[in-house]
């Protein structure tokens, strides 16, 4: 199985910043998929909110995403953030496998 790691989250107040890290162990896996950043808020389904050419209506102009090929790790810039920001944030394929392989995720919890 591939193995995703995530890693950045943390608490913070309203307004401030966090930088997510997503190291793909495997890295022919990383190189052919598109990626992106799925957030789960506390009694919410699972959402994609980033991906290169993709960002939720709520994260948009906040959120920036990128990756280093090098370094087989994308990354998820977020900036001005909101309480609704709250969730646990993970990376993983746009294309999503049946069932999908979920890493363990990052919590990010935002302050008011």
């Known amino acids: 199985q591939v193995r995703l790691v995530e890693s950045g989250g943390g608490l913070v107040q309203a307004g401030g910043s966090l930088r997510l890290s997503c190291v793909v162990l495997e890295r022919n896996f990383f190189s052919a998929n598109a990626m992106g950043w799925y957030r789960q808020a506390p009694g919410k389904q699972r959402e994609l909110v980033a991906s290169e050419s993709y960002y939720a209506d709520s994260v948009k102009g906040r959120f920036t995403i990128s990756r280093d090929n090098a370094k087989n790790t994308m990354y998820l810039q977020m900036d001005s953030l909101k309480p609704e920001d709250t969730g646990v944030y993970y990376c993983?394929?746009?294309?999503?496998?049946?069932?999908?392989?979920w890493g363990q995720g990052t919590q990010v919890t935002v302050s008011s």
């Open positions: 993983n394929t746009l294309s999503l496998g049946i069932p999908p392989y």
